[in-house]
């Protein structure tokens, strides 16, 4: 939940109770006409509409807008063959990418920047749109316990810092160990050492291989996740 600028418990326990945007899966749960009210309210510009209606965009929309923002005519063309909407997009990972073809890293990196970029913008303006809309608590006139409090907690551990991607801050899916003893996720790092020579953590020089498969944290991590389906 952090991944949506959600750092306040309250905040977090405000979204899961008002907008309903994500289910166990991560999936949007909104209607269109509910999308529609939301783009209304954040339509300060095209770019803010577009990114509140992206979730119920189709296929081939979803193909033009990357087209027209610059992903290669090749790509495009393999998102639409695999009918990727706006709301698959949203929620897409490196493997997933890979899965439907695209294949080269120098073409999974950019889409999956956009892909974040996209996200941000689509829940921040949800976000802004509920908490508009959003009725102010009722008033208490017996002082919260402690029983209280901690029900009206997030209770949703945060993942170990370990588990977090040091250039992207986000749990590692698939994940390899650097020259620098740092673990990070092999796209993004990949991505990084096109154009640079030092560590992402520690700024030192740093070769671009060997890049290590670290299959024990990588199992560490998808079973915290498990564990953890809000994640």
């Not at 370990?162 to 250039?167: A, R, S």
Request: with cysteine; charged share 20%; proline share 9%.
């Amino acid at each position: 939940m952090r991944g949506l600028g959600l750092e306040a418990p309250a905040d977090r326990q405000k979204l899961h109770r008002v907008v309903r945007v994500i289910d166990a899966c991560g999936r949007l749960q909104m209607t269109p006409a509910e999308l529609e009210r939301a783009a209304a309210a954040a339509s300060t510009s095209a770019d803010a509409r577009d990114a509140v209606l992206f979730a119920v965009w189709p296929a081939a929309n979803v193909a033009m807008w990357l087209e027209a923002n610059c992903t290669p005519r090749s790509v495009c063309e393999k998102l639409l063959a695999a009918n990727v909407t706006g709301e698959q997009l949203l929620h897409v990972c490196d493997l997933d990418l890979e899965q439907i073809g695209v294949a080269e890293v120098r073409d999974r990196a950019p889409l999956l920047f956009r892909a974040e970029e996209v996200r941000e913008r689509h829940f921040a303006a949800l976000r802004s749109f509920f908490g508009a809309c959003s009725p102010p608590p009722p008033s208490r006139t017996v002082a919260p316990t402690t029983t209280d409090a901690a029900t009206s907690m997030d209770n949703v551990p945060e993942p170990p810092p370990y588990f977090l991607c040091p250039i992207t801050h986000r749990l590692m899916e698939r994940l390899v160990l650097a020259p620098d003893g740092y673990n990070y996720e092999e796209v993004v790092l990949k991505l990084w050492l096109a154009s640079r020579t030092a560590s992402p953590t520690t700024g030192e020089p740093m070769a671009s291989a060997p890049l290590l498969p670290n299959l024990s944290l990588h199992s560490a991590i998808a079973s915290w996740k498990e564990q953890h389906h809000q994640w």
